[in-house]
């Protein structure tokens, strides 16, 4: 088999693995399919994109980041059976709820986080992440009222920013999965593009610094203001 596009994958899909009513799929026809996946998605995986800006300067050019895709196998799991652990993506306030009935909740927030409440006598036990992107900021604070109790979320994302001993510029800081291997400058594509300047630019640093650290940053002519730029992570498949 071949490389396929996702309407080659869907068109197999339909003729290999059709109503089987008359007993007419065989494994081969199943390992056809899985094949082809496997060899269609052998090549880069878009695992984030968002917004970053680096700390230049002081003041309102603090580091600043928005999500607005997160491929949440590559980067820090959420603890789930803690929902208001500090080292979480997303931190829960608290887990009482009184009255609310026992059973799961698919809430969809300000920011697009999409997350998954699991309740047992009064008492929220899961906080699972299902999505994270629409352009929540790290440190934003998210109010939602659930069955009756007022709650809030902390969005503590899967990167941080990191300032140099200079103070001047930022450092990104990318969490970790144990599922996968670090993040390296050999397994790690980056793409960045800048959002919005009037200025010309003086420099730009976009790079693996070191394992799991990024610099994403750069300097107008006019002074040390640092705009924001788009930011694309891809994993080199292995």
Not at 68 to 97: E, M, R
Not at 106 to 126: E, M, Q, R, S
Not at 200 to 222: G, H, P, R
Request: contains cysteine.
């Amino acid at each position: 088999m071949s490389q396929q596009s996702q309407a080659g994958i869907q068109s197999l899909i339909d003729n290999r693995i059709a109503d089987n009513n008359s007993k007419d799929i065989s494994a081969g026809d199943v390992r056809e399919v899985l094949t082809s996946i496997n060899e269609s998605f052998n090549g880069p995986i878009m695992i984030y994109h968002g917004k970053v800006k680096s700390n230049a300067g002081g003041g309102s050019y603090i580091a600043k980041i928005d999500d607005y895709y997160v491929n949440l196998a590559f980067f820090k799991q959420q603890n789930s059976g803690d929902p208001t652990n500090v080292t979480n993506p997303v931190q829960l306030n608290t887990t009482g709820v009184p009255g609310a009935p026992d059973g799961s909740s698919v809430l969809t927030l300000l920011g697009g986080l999409v997350l998954k409440l699991t309740v047992a006598n009064n008492v929220i036990t899961l906080l699972e992440v299902q999505k994270i992107g629409g352009g929540v900021r790290v440190g934003q604070v998210i109010s939602y009222t659930f069955q009756g109790t007022a709650l809030t979320f902390t969005y503590n994302g899967v990167i941080t920013s990191k300032a140099l001993s200079s103070g001047v510029n930022s450092r990104f800081i990318l969490s970790t999965s144990s599922a996968f291997d670090i993040h390296t400058e050999n397994n790690t594509l980056i793409q960045t593009s800048i959002v919005d300047t009037v200025n010309y630019i003086d420099y730009m640093q976009n790079e693996m610094t070191a394992n799991n650290e990024l610099a994403c940053n750069f300097k107008s002519v006019i002074g040390n203001d640092s705009d924001f730029q788009n930011l694309t992570l891809w994993r080199v498949a292995s």
